[in-house]
């Protein structure tokens, strides 16, 4: 695989490198990476790894840039509000290195597309803000051997850890099964804007490490920093013989829930019941009709469906629904949406 002459004045301050040189690059340029979630470590992981050089990046996400994310999620901005991120994102990573592939998909992860997100990459860098997911994704890269980086970031702490199938603890062993019930968020603690940036960082540092063929520093580690005493501390992890994930054979998943409540209060992502593809400027056209449209965009539509919800569609199906307080209302708002769309805008 060549290079031409701008790439090399591109990277050629990474390719000085004694770890990277031309065939290190070269290395970059045949990897496949998948960007699991476009919020405050996806967007550094996405920009650090495109710019780069990295050949393939899939990016991922169910939900559209909002004024709360703009503090720490840097490739957003005020016009790109009400945008799904990874149609906001491709374009932005575009312009950063146009050598780059980049694959957005705007999709809830979880038991039942976890799969799909990793299937056909060479890892997976995890840019979630909570655990179902996570866990989601740690069971998929074990069953189909995928190395998952860990991350995670909240307040001024941050961790990390490299999870290699096979080899390593996953992200089970590491921390039992936790559930997002009754854990702080970024909405109810915050966040400083600098732990995510270290966070992936660090993480897309792990991913070179295996896309140059190395041993990455965090395997069968977990990092934790905390940023207002400067402290960094690696500690030791093991395998656990008995873990459900990956001590042995994974068991059948249970269906992945319908509606999932998100950070934001009265916010639920509504997932489709199957595959969906809709066209979505046919599909623009027909909201119009009955809704205030206040977002058109190539993968996702934001609309006002009364004066206090807000809904946001995206091409596969998924729906952002905020303003509802009961999961019940929010599944009630998708199943009225999907049948008026359904029959008439699929691809």
């Known amino acids: 695989m060549s290079f031409s002459n701008e790439e090399m004045q591109r990277y050629s301050r990474q390719i000085a490198l004694r770890e990277i040189g031309i065939d290190g690059q070269r290395k970059l340029k045949e990897a496949r990476v998948c960007i699991a979630g476009m919020g405050g470590l996806g967007c550094v992981s996405a920009s650090q790894l495109a710019a780069m050089g990295v050949g393939y990046i899939r990016l991922v996400d169910q939900d559209v840039a909002d004024l709360t994310n703009l503090h720490r999620q840097l490739l957003y901005d005020t016009p790109s509000l009400g945008y799904p991120k990874v149609e906001v994102a491709e374009k932005r990573l575009k312009l950063l290195n146009p050598n780059v592939k980049l694959d957005p998909v705007p999709l809830t992860i979880n038991s039942g597309t976890a799969e799909q997100v990793v299937k056909d990459v060479d890892m997976v860098i995890d840019g979630l803000d909570h655990f179902t997911p996570r866990y989601a994704l740690n069971e998929a890269c074990v ?111 249970t269906e992945a829930p319908r509606a999932a409540e998100l950070c934001g209060k009265n916010s639920f992502m509504v997932s489709s019941k199957g595959k969906v593809s809709l066209d979505m400027a046919e599909a623009a056209d027909l909201l119009s009709r009955k809704f205030r449209v206040k977002v058109r965009a190539n993968m996702g539509i934001t609309f006002d469906y009364s004066d206090t919800i807000s809904i946001s569609l995206m091409k596969t199906g998924n729906m952002l629904v905020k303003g509802i307080a009961e999961k019940e209302g929010a599944l009630k708002v998708y199943d009225e949406i999907m049948k008026l769309l359904v029959s008439r805008v699929c691809d």
């Open 143 to 253: 069953k189909l051997r995928v190395p998952y980086i860990f991350g995670g970031a909240i307040q001024a702490y941050g961790n990390v850890s490299t999870i290699i199938p096979g080899k390593t603890a996953c992200l089970e062993c590491m921390l039992g099964r936790v559930s997002d019930e009754g854990l702080p968020t970024c909405e109810t603690v915050g966040v400083f804007p600098q732990v995510p940036t270290i966070v992936a960082s660090i993480q897309a540092r792990e991913a070179l490490s295996l896309m140059l063929g190395k041993d990455p520093s965090l395997a069968n580690k977990l990092l934790f920093c905390n940023l207002n005493s400067m402290e960094f501390e690696v500690f030791p992890v093991v395998k656990v013989p008995s873990c459900s994930t990956c001590g042995q054979p994974i068991a059948q998943v």
